[in-house]
């Protein structure tokens, strides 16, 4: 995966260096010219995860509060997060949600852009706390991670950080790529399958708590794994996850709290295509007015946790000007 990905942003640089567009331009990372854009598109995620529709609900408040002329944005389905950076790339996305850490591994060129350093994004504020749920049912027998060797297992899209944290995870656990058999699948998809018997568990990257697991639980008993000891420690020590605890309460089947891995969700945005001025519009409309985002995730879209993910990423020239001017950074 890897390797398609450093072919694949390769090709697409000497893309697009040799198209030229109209209008306005900035310097891109390769030193070529790019247009900027208002009319753009955001990359979420898999229609059955939490980036979907909560990005949906923050487009809206983009084309309802950002004063340019001419802009719009379309939130659009995707692999998520290393998706979402690659196609700000390529310049076929503007925007795009990802976790914080394949960001700062775009950023670094480690990680799954080992040699395929991205240098034309910038942050542009966070969305909310992702908490890893890794999810069976009590019919498969499953109570821990190691026992999901040699079982179906969802691990989410390609190119997600899903994906990267579940194999992360299973790494830590001494599970290797063919000790299970790993499905590629959004977690709407991989729910729906356990729900059908096709599936035995499934990770997601997911806001907490997650609709979807909840519809999950009213056809089959749910289980959550727990990621704990030695593992916990490795993954802790070793990466930028952080530890979280899954209350009780957060949904109907749990008897007592799971210890899970979180990292944060963030907004990021082209500095080939977007423009200072625009990008300062961007931040300003969506943090000024996330009242208006029902999505339970949505609470997490407020001004004093603005900069949450923020540390070691370059920072958009516009959302800059934006923290700033309110105080959120120096």
Not at 22 to 40: M, P, Q, V
Not at 67 to 79: L, R, T, W
Not at 228 to 240: C, D, F, R, V
């Amino acid at each position: 995966m890897k390797w398609l990905w450093i072919a694949l942003l390769s090709a697409l640089v000497i893309f697009l260096g040799a198209c030229g567009n109209s209008g306005d331009s900035n310097d891109s990372a390769s030193g070529e010219e790019t247009e900027a854009l208002t009319d753009l598109q955001m990359g979420t995620g898999s229609t059955g995860g939490t980036y979907y529709p909560l990005g949906q609900e923050m487009a809206q408040v983009m084309n309802n509060h950002v004063e340019a002329d001419g802009f719009n944005v379309s939130a659009v389905a995707s692999g998520a997060s290393v998706e979402n950076i690659g196609g700000i790339f390529q310049g076929t996305m503007q925007l795009g949600m990802t976790v914080h850490i394949p960001a700062l591994e775009a950023a670094e060129g480690t990680g799954e852009f080992e040699g395929a350093k991205v240098d034309n994004f910038g942050f542009m504020g966070h969305i909310y706390p992702e908490v890893m749920q890794i999810i069976t049912t009590e019919d498969t027998g499953i109570t821990s991670i190691e026992e999901l060797k040699g079982k179906k297992v969802a691990i989410g899209p390609a190119g997600s950080g899903t994906q990267a944290a579940a194999k992360i995870i299973l790494e830590a656990y001494g599970l290797q790529d063919g000790d299970y058999e790993a499905y590629e699948e959004g977690f709407g998809d991989a729910a729906a399958k356990i729900q059908d018997g096709q599936l035995d568990a499934s990770f997601g990257l997911l806001g907490l708590p997650a609709s979807s697991i909840d519809e999950l639980s009213f056809q089959r008993d749910v289980v959550l794994l727990p990621v704990e000891g030695k593992p916990l420690e490795t993954i802790l020590e070793t990466s930028g996850y952080g530890e979280i605890e899954i209350p009780a309460d957060s949904y109907d089947f749990l008897e007592e709290p799971v210890t899970a891995i979180t990292a944060y969700a963030i907004l990021v945005g082209s500095t080939d295509q977007i423009s200072e001025e625009l990008g300062y519009e961007i931040v300003k409309g969506l943090y000024e007015n996330v009242g208006d985002i029902t999505h339970p995730q949505g609470t997490f879209l407020d001004p004093e946790n603005i900069m949450n993910g923020s540390e070691g990423l370059p920072i958009h020239p516009g959302a800059e000007k934006y923290f700033k001017e309110k105080g959120y950074m120096d």
